[in-house]
T-cell receptor, first 108, second 113 residues
């Protein structure tokens, strides 16, 4: 399967700070999604972004498919942003390979 | 429009019992996926189904695990003769035809005692 590496594994931010999370993958993909798992375990789809750049409020993501990486930007972080951020990739919709996540803690 | 509904949220089973996990996809979604998350790990794909068809079960253990998505009713993930190693969170996701973005349910947390 496709190998997915996420960095950093853990991140602690002061409220209001910005951050960049990285996802590297080992093969060509045509499906890449970012998810946020909140402290209650719920998984929220943030972006479907196999290539290009998208923005949604304080979050944005960029995928450079030819170089096999994706970045998730969080600006003006809030305590509600805490949780684990997963990158998941695949050759299609069937089978996504998840990274081990970046655990973000935002402190007030 | 309700999201992906999974039940039960928590399930406790003794070793050797059967576990049945249910998933109702979002309205209009015809693709259902099951993933398993072990503690402190990412999600691992188990099976992809459409109505009355298993499309890809490459992530399903060969024994004790089965899945179905009948013409009527929810998708069911069934684990027979559970063992302690089956303890995990089981997530279901759905997507519409032509768009691979997932919507996940809240998961079922299975504990085998």
């Amino acid at each position: 399967g496709i190998q997915v590496e996420q960095s950093p594994p853990d991140l602690i931010l002061q409220e209001g700070a910005n951050s960049t999370l990285r996802c590297n993958f080992s093969d060509s993909v045509n499906n890449l999604q970012w998810f946020h798992q909140n402290p209650w375990g719920q998984l929220i789809n943030l972006f479907y972004i196999p290539s290009g750049t998208k923005q949604n409020g304080r979050l944005s993501a960029t995928t450079v498919a030819t170089e096999r990486y994706s970045l998730l930007y969080i600006s003006s972080s809030q305590t509600t942003d805490s949780g684990v951020y997963f990158c998941a990739v695949g050759g299609g919709a069937n089978n996504l390979f998840f990274g081990t996540g970046t655990r973000l803690t935002v402190i007030p | 429009n309700a999201g992906v509904m999974q039940n039960p949220r928590h399930l406790v089973r003794r070793r050797g019992q059967e576990a049945r996990l249910r998933c109702s996809p979002m309205k209009g979604h015809s693709h259902v996926y099951w993933y398993r998350q072990l503690p402190e790990e990412g999600l691992k794909f188990m099976v992809y189904l459409q109505k009355e068809n298993i499309i890809d079960e490459s992530g399903m253990p060969k024994e004790r695990f089965s899945a179905e998505f009948p013409k009527e009713g929810p998708s069911i993930l069934r684990i027979q003769q559970v063992v302690r190693g089956d303890s995990a969170a089981y997530f279901c996701a759905s997507s519409p035809t032509g768009y691979p973005g997932y919507t996940f349910g809240s998961g079922t947390r299975l504990t085998v005692v």
